[in-house]
């Protein structure tokens, strides 16, 4: 766990460590049997293609928590997380290869929102294969 990341010390703009996380065929049934979403876009890549996707996706949620990881890492907690959403934008393909897809994940310090609670927003961008793959994604944090 990192240093708890002071208010105090924090700036509108503060650009958080980018990460980059891989996905692969067999991340994606690990997660469908955690989350109990076995909707077969999300292994069988023909019943995928067959409903117009270019490929087996991730699952949204899978997306969206690989995105958060960037802020709990950056704060060391993710009980610091009050509030945090996104908008689906484009799905990350996962091809059946040796590679998978990646999501490239950016976030920044966005506004102060409350001095007395201790709270700022963080913008977050999550990209895959150069799409932007989560809008409006958004986290409200807590810090020390």
Request: proline share 5%; no cysteine.
């Amino acid at each position: 766990m990192s240093a708890k990341i002071s208010y105090d010390a924090v700036e509108v703009g503060t650009e958080l460590p980018a990460q980059v996380f891989p996905v692969n065929r067999a991340d994606l049934i690990a997660y469908a049997g955690a989350s109990g979403d076995f909707n077969p876009i999300h292994w069988n890549e023909k019943f995928a293609k067959e409903v117009g996707l270019p490929d087996v996706i991730a699952h949204g949620m899978f997306t969206m928590a690989s995105a958060i990881r960037v802020v709990t890492d950056w704060t060391g907690d993710p009980g610091t997380v009050v509030d945090y959403g996104v908008r689906f934008t484009k799905p990350v393909v996962v091809p059946n290869d040796d590679k998978g897809a990646l999501i490239e994940v950016a976030a920044k310090v966005a506004a102060k929102l409350d001095d007395d609670a201790r709270t700022v927003r963080v913008d977050i961008t999550a990209t895959s294969e150069g799409q932007k793959v989560l809008g409006m994604a958004r986290a409200v944090v807590r810090l020390a």
